[in-house]
């Protein structure tokens, strides 16, 4: 766990796993991403490490209905009570009524449609969503003006969550971070890919100093540079 803005803070992973950030706010935690199946623990140990326990988490974000970010809400759903949001459009999939939408595999090369098989193997176990989200909606008790920007493409309910007060955008997978740069999320679990770039300089456009992704290391400083440099060159 690393402390990343004044209320924000990673539970950070290898690339290949994947970051859930916790917000401290006036009435308790927010947690933003349910990781995969056992990442509840690491939620148990970050909030211990915060002086506080799992009966201080008050609501979790879902950025998009991925098993990479979705495996561990059902089990953290079973011990805590907490207020689950969602985009509208990814919330029949989290709660199983509709199936994860994926490219055509006509539209990828071998590679991707390798992984597109392999994703598409990864049930997802139904999990409940309280509240449905749309663009632009504000939801109180996270931090102050703590916004939703719906950012579609990599699945279409994929959002990100603004922080004005902390200058930040979690953005889930709308780009990954690699060890040599931002690049986009993977094709091959991507069902627009016209959407994933118009998300990216949507993006782009918000007067951010920290970008805090899915997929590698957080962005602390210079953020919203960065990611404009990365959305010419799409
Ligand atoms: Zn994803
Ligand atoms: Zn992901």
Known sequence: MKQLTAAV???????NGLNGYLIRGEDGFTLVDAGMK???RSVRQALHQLGSTLSDLKRIVITHAHPDHVG??????????????????????????????CPKPAELGVVGRFMLARMQSMSLVPARVDVELTDEQIIEGIAAGAQVRHLP??????????????????????????????TPPLRAASPDWAAVKASILKAAELPIENLL???GAPIIGGAQARLQAFARQL
């Not at 459009?89 to 939408?101: E, F, N, S, T």
């Not at 493409?153 to 931002?182: C, F, N, Q, R």
């Open 72 to 101: 561990a809400l059902p089990s953290l759903q079973q011990v805590v009570n907490v207020t689950t949001y969602a985009h509208r459009l990814d919330a029949p999939v989290i709660r199983g009524d509709w199936p994860m939408a």
């Open 153 to 182: 493409g990599h699945s279409h309910g994929h959002i990100g969550l603004y922080l004005p007060a902390e200058k930040t955008l979690i953005g889930g997978d709308v780009v990954m971070h690699l060890p040599w740069g931002l």
């Open 38 to 40: 056992g990442f509840e």
């Open 9 to 15: 803070f990673g539970i950070l992973t290898q690339f």
């Open 213 to 215: 992704l899915g997929h």
